[in-house]
Nanobody
Framework: QVQLVESGGGLVQAGGSARLSCAAS????????TAWFRQAPGKEREFVAA???????DYVDSVKGRFTISRDNAKNTVDLQMKSLKAEDTAIYYC????????????????WGQGTQVTVSS
């Protein structure tokens, strides 16, 4: 089993940057596909970025070129570096993990953190 805890959220000025971190507890973390999702009030949970065991990455078009996902298996962490933030990036950001195939669907992920709020002021 895997437990995930997000950190790094807060209030950010439009055009600014933030770095989110997800700390994982679990022996099998290095074998999992890990991802970041976000959910704004009144909206569905949206895929943001993912990284698999080999380092291959996947990004939703709206954040491509602005966000970077990375992982450190030795520290059991996965980070999301966010740049050029916009008001529409405001959401609760969740770290998630999946033991098998790649997916952009929240329902396919079995491990979840509690989320961290990112608010972008404009």
């Amino acid at each position: 089993q895997v437990q995930l805890v997000e950190s790094g959220g807060g209030l950010v000025q439009a055009g600014g940057s933030a770095r989110l971190s997800c700390a994982a507890s679990g022996r099998a973390f290095s074998t999992l596909r890990t991802a970041w999702f976000r959910q704004a009030p009144g909206k569905e949970r949206e895929f943001v970025a993912a990284i698999n065991w080999s380092g291959s990455t996947d990004y939703v078009d709206s954040v491509k070129g602005r966000f970077t996902i990375s992982r450190d298996n030795a520290k059991n962490t996965v980070d999301l570096q966010m740049k050029s933030l916009k008001a529409e990036d405001t959401a609760i950001y969740y770290c998630a993990a999946h033991p098998s195939v790649a997916s952009r669907k929240p329902s396919e992920y079995v491990y979840w953190g509690q989320g961290t709020q990112v608010t972008v002021s404009s």
